[in-house]
């Protein structure tokens, strides 16, 4: 299994402003996964973040809004950039384990962001 | 499309009564199914997948294909079953995505 932190747990941040979500591992891990859970609503991915590559980014989310970093395996940053309130969320990192794409994922605790 | 469908937002039972958490499914060719589960003030885990075929905390959930179904089920609620389940699909790509169903809140009261 894997052991994931989350930082910070909670924010209530302005719009127009910018929060950078870090995400650390126990372990490495080459496959690492953003997702965001508005209220009342189920998780959607945002975007993939392997180690060595470029994100990738689902249909609906772009670089300019959420830029990624993975500068290794065990360590990821998404931000959040030029926030409004509809980007008030739960905003949660995956991992898989080993080489599989379907293996099971491990969820940080999330990180529930308000944006007023 | 590829989409998952859990058509109850909550789900009420007395404990000692059977369980059934509906999931549907929509995708073309073999698909990868889980059912993930939230506890009050715990993080998102895996309780169980179909290519397993196990059974995790009295939870079982067999894939039917003609119905697109993957449901999950236990004949006997618990309180600590009490939790909010999800229902989730690994997307085509080999991108590793898991696609969410809106999940579904079961309540066992005593």
């Known amino acids: 299994s894997a052991v994931i932190s989350q930082k910070p747990s909670r924010d209530i941040c302005q719009r127009g402003t910018s929060l950078t979500i870090q995400c650390q591992v126990d372990s490495q891990v080459t496959m690492m996964f953003w997702y965001r859970q508005q209220p009342g609503q189920s998780l959607t991915l945002i975007a993939t973040a392997n180690q060595g590559s470029e994100a990738t980014y689902e249909s609906g989310f772009v670089i300019d809004k959420f830029p990624i970093s993975r500068p290794n395996l065990t360590f990821s940053t998404l931000t959040v950039s030029n926030m409004s309130p509809e980007d008030s969320s739960i905003y949660l990192c995956?991992?898989?384990?080993?080489?599989?794409?379907?293996?099971?994922?491990?969820f940080g605790p999330g990180t529930r962001l308000t944006v007023l | 499309a590829q989409r998952v469908t859990q058509p109850e937002k909550l789900l009420s039972v007395f404990k000692g009564a059977p369980v059934e958490l509906k999931c549907n499914y929509s995708y073309s060719g073999s698909p990868e199914l889980f059912w993930y589960v939230q506890y009050s003030r715990q993080r998102l885990q895996l309780l169980l997948r179909?290519?397993s075929r196990e059974s995790i905390k009295g939870f079982t959930a067999d894939l039917n294909k003609g119905e697109t179904s993957f449901h999950l089920k236990k004949p006997f609620a618990q309180e600590e079953d009490s939790a909010m389940y999800y229902c989730?699909?690994?997307?085509?790509?080999?991108?590793?995505?898991?696609?969410f169903g809106q999940g579904t809140t079961l309540q066992v009261k005593p």
């Open positions: 989730a699909l690994h997307g085509s790509g080999n991108t590793g995505k898991l696609i």
């Open positions: 179909h290519i």
């Open positions: 995956s991992v898989g384990l080993g080489t599989s794409v379907y293996n099971e994922q491990f």
